[in-house]
């Protein structure tokens, strides 16, 4: 069963205190290292200097400003969650536009025999294979086994070869539509409307392969963890002067809010994956799947005149 809007809603209206203490899906465990690492070395410069060895330096921690280490965090989080957000919008547009294509070749076409009617709905079949052929090009995954029930046993042999599944798929949806054009079903403006809507799918594909195929810059990514792991070593022998013994947890602390933010970042930057934070891919093409299959249960004449209709009050 596809997972609904609202199904959707009802997942975000957890309690807040299950969500703090909530470990799947947050950066805790992946950090974890990290903050004991700089909370343990925290303390022992906390021993050090209740042994009178004068390890207090209060102005080392200005040696790396936090105004810059913060820009630098916004940057890097900011640009990831701009990668993931537009990650989302095209696959809002994959969405829509396999709707809008599926909608038009189930009404326009007209069924001048019943064979035609079975290849409308191979047609559909082949716009939802095309969103999860998609998904799974994305993750570097197989796609015949994902597919397999949705397109013919020649067309998933001719899969299994090809090296861009996806586009194998649209050019399977194209030959079609230029196959009932010459069968005089559908009308050269039909026709040009639905290429137009193919397009928008392929240009949704590229869009998503530019972001999975343009990662930050390694050197950045390098650069920051390096200020990051610095700033957090440096922080025990500006604070031990002030708080003592309590230097060890106070430096955990800010590691875990320094560590935290730049390892979230890194989760987002790729929102193809399978991981909790990544984009919902599966319940996506769920969606599309099931918006096909709801077009084969429809009369297409009676849709059209509907259509009709509603146009006349417009």
């Known amino acids: 069963m596809a997972t609904s809007i609202f199904q959707f809603r009802q997942k975000d209206r957890r309690p807040w205190l299950r969500v703090i203490l909530q470990l799947r899906g947050s950066v805790v465990p992946t950090i974890a290292p990290r903050v004991l690492l700089c909370g343990t070395f925290a303390a022992v410069v906390s021993w050090l200097h209740a042994l009178k060895v004068p390890v207090a330096q209060p102005g080392w921690a200005n040696l790396i400003p936090s105004v810059v280490l913060g820009l630098l965090l916004v940057f890097r989080t900011n640009t990831a969650y701009e990668r993931f957000w537009e990650g989302r919008k095209l696959w809002g547009g994959i969405v829509n536009t396999s709707r809008n294509l599926g909608r038009q070749i189930w009404v326009a076409i007209d069924e001048s025999t019943p064979e035609v009617r079975e290849q409308k709905i191979s047609a559909l079949n082949l716009i939802a294979a095309f969103g999860i052929a998609t998904k799974q090009h994305l993750r570097g995954?197989?796609?015949?086994?994902?597919?397999?029930?949705?397109?013919?046993?020649?067309?998933?042999?001719?899969?299994?070869?090809?090296?861009?599944?996806?586009?194998?798929?649209?050019?399977?949806?194209?030959?079609?539509?230029?196959?009932?054009?010459?069968?005089?079903?559908?009308?050269?403006?039909?026709?040009?409307?639905?290429?137009?809507?193919?397009?928008?799918?392929?240009?949704?594909?590229?869009?998503?392969?530019?972001?999975?195929?343009?990662?930050?810059?390694?050197?950045?990514?390098?650069?920051?963890?390096?200020?990051?792991?610095?700033?957090?070593?440096?922080?025990?022998?500006?604070?031990?002067?002030?708080?003592?013994?309590?230097?060890?947890?106070?430096?955990?602390?800010?590691?875990?809010?320094?560590?935290?933010?730049?390892?979230?970042?890194?989760?987002?930057?790729?929102?193809?994956?399978?991981?909790?934070?990544?984009?919902?891919?599966?319940?996506?093409?769920?969606?599309?799947?099931?918006?096909?299959?709801?077009?084969?249960?429809?009369?297409?004449?009676?849709?059209?005149?509907?259509?009709?209709?509603?146009?006349?009050?417009?």
Request: with cysteine; charged share 20%; proline share 6%.
């Open 141 to 314: 995954a197989s796609v015949t086994e994902a597919v397999a029930d949705l397109v013919e046993p020649n067309v998933l042999a001719n899969l299994q070869t090809t090296n861009h599944a996806p586009i194998d798929l649209s050019v399977r949806i194209a030959a079609f539509l230029e196959e009932q054009r010459d069968r005089g079903n559908l009308n050269p403006y039909q026709l040009a409307s639905m290429h137009r809507l193919l397009d928008v799918l392929v240009d949704s594909l590229g869009g998503c392969e530019r972001i999975l195929r343009t990662p930050m810059p390694f050197a950045y990514a390098i650069h920051l963890r390096q200020l990051l792991l610095i700033y957090c070593l440096i922080l025990p022998f500006e604070l031990v002067s002030k708080v003592g013994w309590w230097t060890g947890l106070l430096v955990a602390i800010i590691s875990f809010t320094l560590f935290g933010i730049e390892e979230i970042g890194e989760e987002i930057e790729n929102p193809f994956g399978t991981d909790p934070n990544d984009l919902p891919l599966d319940a996506i093409c769920n969606t599309v799947r099931q918006n096909m299959q709801d077009l084969t249960t429809l009369n297409p004449r009676e849709a059209n005149a509907r259509a009709l209709v509603d146009n006349s009050f417009q």
